[in-house]
């Protein structure tokens, strides 16, 4: 994880647009589903189309036949006509947007499943190397671009292929010589966009990278903000932000400036190209030619903006949809990393007596070695204290104990099976950790003890609370067990956050407890209570204790001393200190007093 607040380079590598075919076709599965509406979409288009096709024509008729004819009962019927047709029409397309809208959001809330299913499986690795907020922005930003440009394409793209080809037709029908002249005008804009389209594709990927970062910068910032305002960092998290938020603004300012001077240059041909058709018209009509008519130049000028306007149309969607795509392959990105999965030959454990023996681990996180040669081996119901000073790899051992990262070497086993051939959620049930800094879920406190062991009755929980000494606290909350905590849990203190972590623990009933105590100081009578809670917690499990407390190092069956990755001492309190060697130093100058 990056610790610093601070500005974050775009990474190159994720510049590029490497492969929206597959995206595209990957989107286009998500609606295998729901293809029935898409034909029905597809149909209503088609009459929506027709209708202004088949009303464009009538209104030249007008012009020609029943204006300057005086036939005055049968244009009040067709105007009718017209009307109804119209309103006819609108309905429908009423119904097309209502029925898109539909697909678009239940294709994005697949979607949303089916990233939020595989970030719930993957592998530690996967966090240490992805910023929080980016992965947020996958999740909501760039599912929600893809949910735009399915409920704007889908439809334009219909509308637009069934009026292109249309109008098409029935400007050829109506006048060739002028549909050249059209044709002339939409190829002119297609070339401009087409170059647009290729500058801005790139900025468009920038701009959603920039995105996640900032993202990620706004997520550090809130949760890290104690922090900021006690170490006085506020203007630099500012500087580091603005660094970011200028990327960011640079990004969609370039893809937007571009892609927005499609709109205007078009419009200005498109401009063009009716004054041309007027005045081709005109002439034709004044060199005394039948095949044109005021009638037909009107409704050619019309059918031209139908013809062009969805030309255009599909031309601007090629924008979204290349935002889209970025968005689409960051999404993809997700849900295809690999989840951590058990071996194929992983089987079931439902019971062990608590052996834990480690045989020449070595482990990196990257290429760096954290932990060397580790070998030691743990009795039922021991209590194995492991002391070093920090980062010396304490915590990692434990880690490794439930298979959270794979090692480089040597195995671990319980009872004898290697931990990577149990299956995960046996593993995971047989060792329980009580993390140092517990993590609190906005739920009922009664749920966040209930997460040890889902299945755990209200009994079993309460009993929990009770044994971990955190029962009189919650009681004496307003809603006691039923008190909804926030993420940050700022209504509790320090030691009633342990507390609960301990309450977990009692409900998880693991034969296997690794507990990494707190540093934090706490008030002397929650530090008694945690102190007691955690000595029965102990109790015929075989326990590792990451140990700050004099009591349970003294204690301990074992005692393994941990520095750069390695054991470098072990024995009893006693015979460590007999020793006389590194874990009388560190005891004497930590412990001591
Ligand atoms: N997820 C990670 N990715 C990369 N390196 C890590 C990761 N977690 C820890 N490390 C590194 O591994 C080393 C050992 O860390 P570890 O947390 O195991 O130490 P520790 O002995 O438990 O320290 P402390 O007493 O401060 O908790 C440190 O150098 C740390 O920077």
């Known amino acids: 994880m990056n610790n610093r607040p601070g500005p974050r380079a775009i990474h190159p590598e994720?510049?590029?647009?490497t492969d929206?075919?597959?995206?595209?076709?990957?989107?286009?599965?998500?609606?295998?589903?729901r293809r029935s509406k898409l034909v029905l979409v597809f149909f209503l288009t088609l009459v929506t189309t027709v209708v202004t096709i088949v009303g464009t024509r009538l209104n030249g008729i007008i012009i020609d036949r029943f204006i300057s004819h005086g036939k005055l009962r049968l244009l009040l019927l067709v105007c009718l006509a017209m009307a109804l047709m119209y309103i006819t029409s609108s309905i429908f397309i009423y119904f097309q947007n209502k029925i898109m809208i539909r697909v678009a959001q239940d294709t994005s809330a697949q979607i949303r499943h089916d990233v939020f299913a595989n970030l719930q499986q993957l592998p530690m690795r996967y966090f240490d190397t992805h910023d929080?907020?980016?992965?947020?922005?996958?999740?909501?930003?760039?599912?929600?671009?893809?949910?735009?440009?399915?409920?704007?394409?889908?439809?334009?793209?219909?509308?637009?292929v069934i009026s292109v080809v249309g109008m098409g037709i029935a400007m050829l029908i109506l006048s060739p010589l002028l549909t050249v002249i059209a044709l002339l005008s939409s190829v002119a804009t297609y070339i401009f966009t087409k170059a647009i389209a290729r500058i801005t594709q790139k900025a468009f990927v920038t701009q959603q990278q920039a995105l996640g970062s900032l993202n990620t910068q706004i997520e550090e910032s809130v949760s890290g903000k104690q922090l900021i305002q006690l170490f006085d960092h506020t203007a630099e998290t500012m500087v580091a932000f603005d660094t970011t938020n200028t990327e960011y603004t640079k990004a969609?300012?370039?893809?937007?400036?571009?892609?927005?001077?499609?709109?205007?240059?078009?419009?200005?041909?498109?401009?063009?190209?009716?004054?041309?058709?007027?005045?081709a018209g005109a002439l034709s009509i004044l060199m005394g030619s039948h095949a044109i008519t005021v009638g037909i130049i009107f409704t050619f000028l019309i059918y031209l903006r139908n013809f062009t306007g969805p030309i255009n149309n599909i031309l601007d969607l090629i924008n979204t949809l290349q935002l889209s795509l970025a968005s689409a392959e960051r999404v993809f990105k997700l849900i295809d990393e690999r989840p951590e999965q058990d071996a194929t030959h992983a089987r079931r454990l439902t019971h062990?007596?608590?052996?834990?023996?480690?045989?020449?681990?070595?482990?990196?996180?990257?290429?760096?070695?954290?932990?060397q040669d580790i070998n030691l081996s743990a009795k039922p119901g021991e209590v194995i204290a492991l002391v070093g000073p920090t980062g010396a790899g304490k915590t990692t051992i434990m880690n490794l104990l439930t298979n959270l990262y794979p090692l480089q070497q040597g195995r671990i086993l319980l009872d004898d099976v290697d931990v990577t051939d149990i299956q995960r959620h046996d593993l995971r049930r047989m060792v329980t950790i009580v993390q140092q800094e517990p993590f609190i879920f906005q739920m009922s406190i009664r749920e966040n003890i209930r997460l040890g062991r889902l299945e755990a009755t209200d009994a079993a929980v309460r009993l929990a609370a009770v044994r971990a000494n955190a029962d009189t606290?919650?009681?004496?909350?307003?809603?006691?067990?039923?008190?909804?905590?926030?993420?940050?849990?700022?209504?509790l203190s320090q030691g009633q956050r342990q507390l609960l972590s301990i309450a977990r623990a009692?409900?998880?009933?693991?034969?296997?407890?690794?507990?990494?105590?707190?540093?934090?100081?706490?008030?002397?009578?929650?530090?008694?209570?945690?102190?007691?809670?955690?000595?029965?917690?102990?109790q015929n499990k075989t326990s590792f204790v990451i140990a700050h407390r004099l009591s349970t190092i003294q204690a301990a069956d074992q005692i393994l001393v941990i520095d750069q990755g390695r054991i470098i001492e072990r024995g009893t309190h006693q015979s460590l200190l007999a020793a006389n060697g590194f874990y009388a130093k560190l005891y004497n100058s930590q412990f001591d007093s």
Not at 14 to 17: A, D, E, R, T
Not at 135 to 154: C, G, H, K, P, W
Not at 357 to 367: L, M, P, R
């Open 20 to 33: 929206w075919k597959s995206s595209l076709k990957r989107i286009w599965h998500y609606l295998d589903s």
């Open 506 to 538: 009692f409900v998880a009933e693991a034969p296997v407890l690794v507990l990494d105590e707190a540093t934090a100081s706490i008030d002397s009578n929650t530090e008694a209570d945690v102190q007691k809670a955690m000595a029965t917690l102990l």
């Open 252 to 279: 969609a300012f370039r893809a937007q400036a571009f892609s927005s001077t499609i709109g205007p240059f078009n419009n200005m041909i498109n401009n063009i190209a009716y004054v041309l058709i007027t005045a």
């Open 132 to 160: 929080n907020g980016d992965v947020m922005s996958r999740l909501t930003n760039d599912v929600d671009n893809i949910n735009t440009a399915l409920m704007q394409t889908f439809v334009q793209l219909f509308t637009g």
């Open 473 to 491: 606290f919650i009681t004496q909350l307003p809603n006691g067990y039923d008190t909804i905590l926030s993420e940050n849990a700022h209504s």
């Open 352 to 371: 062990t007596e608590g052996n834990v023996t480690f045989e020449h681990v070595s482990f990196a996180y990257d290429q760096k070695m954290i932990l």
């Open 14 to 17: 994720k510049v590029q647009l």
